[in-house]
């Protein structure tokens, strides 16, 4: 046990390094919090019922933008079921072993030579869309990416909730610095006197403004990948599929697309519940009654067509 002690301590200090990001974001919101609330509205503001009305949306962006930031980080990336398949007795390859084991399994996608997708790393065979995540060390399914803002994979089980992160993140940023510019230029133009409220609210806009900017292009890419029913690692290398690679594979459509990842019930779609269609295994494909031999694999691997 002693040889492994430095691999379990570096495994540690890398588990508290990933966290830096998440409490650097936290740090700057909570500063967001105190100078909006206090310097700006209590402060800074001399209207009463500008004040109130400016609270009151202030904390429904702030809570909506918390509560979908939380759950994106601790709600638990799913993982495939363990069943594995190392321990055969008979004399046979490894990829006859996971032919017959996928006999059982609805895949439709293999890898680019035409072979059954498997992990060695956790020792299961890989659902569509699942893929080994190096920095979770474990298979996700229906993997995004990894998110460090986040400290958390991204896929089946916080899809929406990531994808809400995103929209509130950008109300929240966007309605501070639409109601903070007035201010800011009152303050820049001297026409308000330098109290300690001017730092705070100069800063405010910078950093309201700077990451509205850098989450618009993310927030806009995603919302298209929902639209193709895409995840990030499929829009870089489109999955293969018995046909051969496809990256319209498993769109179904924009409206059917939209539901997978929100649900069909639109009173749900903006609070950060999981309502995603599915159970992240198994996928509706656009070549389901094309795909005639799913019913019939055969022990022997195709050989590679390309």
Not at 25 to 41: K, R, T
Not at 138 to 151: S, T
Not at 290 to 298: L, S, Y
Request: aromatic share 16%; charged share 15%; proline share 5%.
């Amino acid at each position: 046990a002693a040889p492994m002690a430095p691999t379990h301590v570096l495994r540690c200090c890398q588990r508290g390094l990933a966290w830096i990001p998440v409490i650097f974001i936290a740090l700057v919101v909570c500063w967001s919090y105190y100078a909006y609330v206090v310097e700006l509205c209590i402060f800074t503001i001399p209207s009463i019922g500008e004040k109130i009305v400016y609270l009151i949306f202030f904390h429904l962006s702030f809570i909506m933008f918390v509560w979908s930031y939380w759950k994106t980080i601790f709600t638990k990336p799913a993982n495939p079921s363990k069943e594995r398949y190392e321990k055969e007795e008979r004399p046979e390859t490894q990829q006859e072993i996971l032919w017959r084991a996928a006999t059982s399994l609805p895949l439709y996608t293999r890898t680019g030579a035409g072979a059954i997708r498997y992990c060695d790393r956790c020792q299961v065979i890989k659902p569509d869309r699942c893929h080994h995540c190096s920095a979770c060390d474990m298979c996700v399914l229906k993997m995004d990416h990894h998110c460090p803002w986040v400290n958390n994979c991204v896929g089946f089980s916080n899809y929406k909730f990531f994808i809400l992160f995103l929209a509130y993140s950008l109300v929240y940023c966007l309605f501070i610095a639409a109601t903070v510019l007035q201010y800011f230029i009152k303050f820049w133009t001297n026409e308000l006197p330098d109290t300690h409220a001017k730092f705070h609210v100069l800063f405010l806009f910078f950093v309201a403004a700077m990451f509205c900017i850098s989450i618009l292009s993310l927030f806009s890419y995603h919302l298209w990948l929902v639209g193709k029913n895409r995840s990030t690692i499929e829009a870089f290398r489109a999955p293969v599929f018995r046909t051969g690679s496809d990256k319209n594979g498993f769109s179904l459509g924009f409206r059917k697309n939209i539901a997978q990842v929100f649900g069909d019930q639109k009173k749900y779609w903006l609070l950060p519940v999981f309502t995603s269609q599915g159970d992240g295994l198994t996928f509706p494909t656009r070549l389901v009654n094309a795909d005639v031999e799913q019913a019939t694999v055969t022990l022997q691997p195709e050989p590679n067509k390309r």
